[in-house]
């Protein structure tokens, strides 16, 4: 298995839902990376886990929490989120931190 | 932090033409540079990379160049096609300190080729 995969595709939820996005890969990778895209913007670094402990936290709100339950798994848990969070999530992996990045296919979140 | 500024910002070529994405960076310590591909709705995808110990790394249509001592790397497209049409992000590594791991993106490159 070559790539990193996304659940779900796509993701409405109202603003007082609690939901969680879902990353995996199965290339042995150990940095694991949560980013947030806005429409013609470049990636935006949220997180970076390596060998599953959190080294990087780009201030992001509290109502945005990871969790990295292994080294191929990667959780983003979404709770009261505002409707400016509206954007494509995407996670990536590399083999270590600061190595090549890939991408997954993201998940396109619509906050009502 | 490092700063990457990426330019044109948007770039129309006939097909068959060449195309060439320019970037700069501001810290020394920047020691890899990827390029990203992103079409619509699609994931980025990495199409060609070149560490700091290289000038220049070239795969099939594609190549990139890197300029260590006035901080400038550039994507360099031949023969372009209607498929390669995209936004195209360069990028940049510090692999030292707190910074490692963070990929400092350029702004993006709106690619169009025109059959």
């Known amino acids: 298995d070559t790539e990193v995969t996304q659940t779900p595709k796509h993701l409405v939820m109202g603003m007082t839902n609690k939901k969680s996005l879902k990353c995996e890969q199965h290339m042995g990778h150990r940095a694991m990376y949560w980013y947030k895209q806005k429409a013609k913007k470049p990636p935006e670094l949220m997180f970076v886990?390596?060998?599953?402990?959190?080294?990087i936290n780009e201030s992001v709100p509290s109502r945005f929490s990871p969790e990295c339950p292994n080294s191929s798994l990667l959780n983003l848990h979404l709770h009261a989120l505002q409707p400016e969070d509206s954007a494509l999530y995407l996670c990536?992996?590399?083999?270590?931190?600061?190595?090549?990045?890939?991408f997954g296919p993201g998940t396109r979140l619509t906050v009502l | 932090g490092e700063n990457v500024e990426q330019h044109p910002s948007t770039l129309s070529v006939q097909e068959g033409d060449s195309a060439v994405i320019k970037c700069t960076y501001s810290?020394?310590?920047?020691?890899?540079f990827p390029w990203y591909k992103q079409e619509l709705g699609k994931r980025p995808q990495l199409i060609i990379d070149?560490?700091?110990?290289?000038g220049e790394k070239k795969d099939q249509r594609i190549a990139v160049t890197l300029n260590k001592t006035a901080k400038h790397f550039s994507l360099h497209i031949t023969e372009t096609q209607p498929e390669d049409s995209a936004v195209y992000f360069c990028?940049?590594?510090?692999?030292?300190?707190?910074?490692?791991?963070?990929?400092?993106f350029g702004r993006g490159t709106q690619l169009t080729v025109w059959p």
């Open positions: 070149i560490r700091s110990n290289v």
């Open positions: 810290d020394s310590a920047s020691n890899y």
């Open positions: 886990y390596s060998y599953e402990k959190l080294s």
């Open positions: 990028a940049a590594i510090i692999e030292r300190g707190s910074t490692l791991g963070r990929l400092y």
């Open positions: 990536a992996s590399s083999l270590s931190v600061g190595s090549e990045q890939f």
